[in-house]
């Protein structure tokens, strides 16, 4: 029988490294110049022989947007980045608020470009993805959580 395959949205702001994240995952390399994503990118994963379709929500797209809560409700975990900006902690907090209202899986709160600074903030991983540092551990832990 096929296990399941669960469903894991990373959320952030514009610009705290999540297409540069899975890129990075994925023998990629590093990009140091991207483009805001545009379309809500789906990435198929296995840790731990759990299947993981990881979607990485556009920092564009509102929290309130009607295709939100679809997006949030039907996943079974979040990774949520932020990254040297108090303002992407501060809505890192908002978007963990809001997934928690819709849907009871585990939440990662991740902090990014930890080269660049690191804010003194509560995380469950410190990472920087232009050094490649740490970048399995967040969804091994989620594979563990699920
Ligand atoms: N210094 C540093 N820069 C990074 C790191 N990770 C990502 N970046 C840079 O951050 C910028 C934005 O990265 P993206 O991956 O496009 O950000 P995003 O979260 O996907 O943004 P949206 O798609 O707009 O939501 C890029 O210029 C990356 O090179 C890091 O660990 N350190
Ligand atoms: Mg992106």
Known sequence: ???QQYKIVLLGISGTGKTT???????????QRLLPSRQPGFYQI????????????????????????????????????????EVSYRRAQQWKKKFLQLSNGPVLMIQNKSDVKILDHDNDFTISVKQGLSLSKPLEKMAQLL
Not at 21 to 29: H, K, P, S
Not at 71 to 82: D, P, V
């Open 1 to 3: 029988m096929a296990s």
């Open 46 to 85: 296995n840790f731990h022989g759990q299947d993981m379709i990881v979607q990485e929500i556009p920092g564009t797209l509102m929290i309130s947007d009607t295709s939100m809560d679809h997006h949030l409700g039907s996943a079974q975990g979040a990774i949520i980045f932020y990254d040297d900006r």
């Open 21 to 31: 994240y899975l890129q990075r995952l994925f023998n990629e390399g590093f990009e």
